[in-house]
């Protein structure tokens, strides 16, 4: 009895094994510390999102060396109303590895306890419950997604900024990434063709709102696929799912927020890999004891708040700034407009 109690004591607790909750452990490893991350899925890579990552989100190292046969992306087409205009680069600007394979990198670095299907029911402030066990922790990381366990114990509310993708996906490696601004299609967001993974391509849209998923996103996708490339959407199944960037904090006492479940993603790509893997790098050197992690934290709240105030800027279209958009991406290639759209793009893009 006495050793099952002692099996049931951890340092930390990370709910979530996705990339924030991985990274998060995988900076713990070598501390000393006793990890363990709980997962309710029952294995890595099921969350149907895009498997490109930037270069900040491994800084210093290229992608395309370290996972073998990583598609590299050059070239990005920017659709309006009025048609579509390739923009290429001479240097990448994102890789496709596919978030399986990124998720097991992640995992292979950790000395943690990783548990699989084991879904959380309940948590008090010492104790976690899950369907399989009680576990006392000293610190509980939330690391769990958009519609956090760990968050809603927080009573954080989820208010601003929720959106929702919702897209196709075709059985074939993606050949173009492409990005379409089309306000009156997908207001306060946009269309996309990108890789689901190395062998897969997803036709959708993105918007900002709460509870808009069924209702109002995935109607405007469906008519908008059929009409912009043709699709026979009864071969193809489809996918959704919804994100937050609502950020209200990060550090709570001994209970952290990494990733989605802090609110950390990017409002106008809704982009959150860089988010999920510095914030859980940011949290793990803070629960170490090392001052770089309220450093790290701090950047990437310094850059949610720029982000934030950009997709509110420019995403309402009853304001000019709108328009002003739409003026800059009908032709990114040349002169103030390549200048404008450059900067933006690399700023997102290197951080």
């Known amino acids: 009895m006495a050793a099952d109690l002692?099996?049931?004591?951890?340092?930390?607790?990370?709910?979530?094994?996705?990339?924030?909750?991985?990274?998060?452990?995988?900076?713990?490893?070598?501390?000393?510390?006793?990890?363990?991350?709980?997962?309710?899925?029952?294995?890595?890579?099921?969350?149907?999102?895009?498997?490109?990552?930037?270069?900040?989100v491994l800084p210093g190292e290229d992608p395309a060396r370290k996972f073998k046969g990583a598609q590299v992306w050059k070239t990005v087409i920017v659709g309006t109303a009025k048609g579509t205009v390739p923009?290429?680069?001479?240097?990448?600007?994102?890789?496709?590895?596919g978030r399986s394979e990124f998720e097991s990198w992640l995992k292979s670095g950790c000395d943690a306890d990783i548990r699989f299907s084991e879904a959380v029911t309940s948590i008090t402030p010492k104790h976690v419950e899950t369907s399989k066990g009680s576990y006392s922790y000293r610190h509980l990381v939330g690391a769990d997604g958009s519609f956090s366990k760990v968050r809603d114990h927080l009573k954080l509310p989820m208010e601003h900024i929720v959106g929702s993708a919702y897209h196709y996906v075709v059985e074939k490696p993606s050949k173009e990434f492409r990005v379409y601004w089309l306000p009156d299609v997908f207001p306060r967001g946009y269309g996309y063709v990108m890789s689901r993974s190395r062998g897969a391509t997803m036709i959708g849209g993105a918007m900002a709102g709460k509870d808009i998923l069924h209702r109002v996103l995935a109607p405007k996708v469906k008519a908008w696929a059929v009409q912009e490339f043709g699709l026979d959407l009864s071969k193809l199944r489809s996918e959704g799912y919804r994100g937050n960037a609502d950020y209200r904090g990060w550090r709570f006492g001994d209970i952290f927020l990494a990733g989605d479940a802090a609110g950390l993603l990017n409002p106008v790509t809704t982009e959150g890999m860089y988010y999920a893997v510095k914030s859980g790098e940011g949290v793990a050197k803070h629960i170490r004891g090392d001052p770089d992690g309220e450093r790290i934290m701090r950047k990437l709240e310094s850059t949610h708040r720029s982000q934030v105030f950009l997709f509110d800027l420019f995403s309402n279209p009853s304001l000019p700034f709108c328009r002003f958009v739409e003026w800059v991406l009908e032709d990114p290639r040349k002169g103030i407009r390549k200048r404008i759209f450059d900067f933006v793009f690399w700023r997102f893009m290197d951080g």
């Open 6 to 56: 002692m099996d049931a004591d951890y340092d930390v607790i990370i709910v979530g094994a996705g990339p924030a909750g991985l990274s998060c452990a995988r900076h713990l490893s070598g501390s000393g510390l006793r990890v363990l991350v709980l997962e309710k899925s029952p294995s890595l890579g099921l969350k149907p999102c895009s498997g490109e990552i930037s270069s900040k």
């Open 87 to 97: 923009v290429t680069y001479d240097r990448p600007y994102l890789w496709t590895v």
